[in-house]
């Protein structure tokens, strides 16, 4: 079944061209996919079919009818997970870094999701939806290790992804920067979008971003990095990674944010998922997990002279 959204053009927006103004509304899509939507007729504006070269002015009305998902068999994969905790309710994992969390193009095997069918089919096969994610409340990129949280049946995925919406999340990693910031803590709050150029890359933007909050001590310092203890109060795609860059304290190891002149060699990017509170959906105790920091960036840090937190 296909989804339909529609939009109010405002002020702000007028004078834009409809595909333009596609992109900046569905910031999650690649300009030439949306392109592909207009030019199939799916895209209507004041009820007639619109053309990617339209501009659209205050208060038409632009609807968007979502082409159905393409249906992704799922399997399952017997591998071992690290599980910090586990209920009927929700499990609790240590998520190794090079871990991609669920299927999508280009990667179909070897996902966190393959692996919970593994563990537990009934549960995460009953959740099991057009978008590939049974269970996926939040995520962590590839490349980035520690606790996730995931859910066993749909109301603890219901009340778990509202958490999260809601920001009733409390989100700490630890993050190996190249160069020591002056302060022993700093917050950054700039608000992050799409970048203009480069579509698999999130920037600071100043217009058509999205709110985001990061805060940040230093818990050690040597004379080339540091290890900073961060805490989310927003939820960005590449949110840590951007707003550490555009600070000038890029995360070691990070190929896609990191600077050219940056020498420290890492296998990954340092970045841990270090603790996590939240409510249990179900019981409303108030939890706190903490997957213990990698072999991998115990050694960075090591080379490095920073300490780490036991």
Request: net charge negative.
């Amino acid at each position: 079944m296909s989804q339909i959204n529609q939009l109010i053009v405002s002020e702000k927006a007028a004078g834009l061209r409809l595909d333009r103004f596609l992109a900046v509304s569905f910031e999650e899509y690649s300009r030439s996919y949306l392109t592909r939507i207009i030019d199939h007729g799916r895209v209507t504006r004041n009820g007639a079919t619109a053309r990617k070269r339209d501009n659209v002015a205050a208060g038409d009305e632009v609807a968007v009818d979502w082409p159905p998902p393409e249906q992704m068999q799922l399997d399952s994969e017997a591998f071992d997970l690290p599980i910090l905790f586990e209920d009927e309710d929700i499990l609790v994992i240590d998520k190794p870094a090079d871990l991609v969390v669920h299927p999508g193009a280009g990667t179909q095997s070897g996902t966190l999701v393959n692996a919970l069918l593994g563990y537990d089919y009934d549960s995460f096969t009953e959740m099991a939806d057009d978008n590939a994610r049974p269970g996926i409340v939040h995520r962590l990129d590839k490349d980035t290790s520690g606790v996730m949280i995931v859910a066993r049946n749909p109301i603890s995925r219901d009340r778990l992804s509202a958490a999260f919406a809601e920001r009733l999340v409390e989100k700490n990693y630890l993050a190996i920067t190249a160069g020591t910031p002056a302060a022993d803590s700093g917050e950054a709050r700039s608000p992050i979008g799409r970048h203009p150029k480069h579509r698999k890359k999130m920037a600071v933007v100043e217009r058509n971003g999205k709110n985001a909050v990061t805060l940040w001590n230093v818990l050690s310092r040597s004379a080339e990095a540091a290890l900073l203890q961060v805490q989310l109060e927003t939820g960005r795609t590449h949110q840590i990674r951007v707003h550490l860059a555009h600070e000038k304290l890029p995360i070691v190891g990070d190929n896609l944010y990191g600077s050219s002149s940056c020498t420290i060699e890492a296998p990954r990017q340092m970045l841990h998922a270090w603790r996590l509170g939240i409510r249990h959906p179900r019981t409303k105790e108030l939890l706190e997990f903490t997957a213990p920091v990698p072999d991998d960036f115990l050694a960075v840090a090591r080379n490095l002279g920073l300490e780490t937190p036991e």
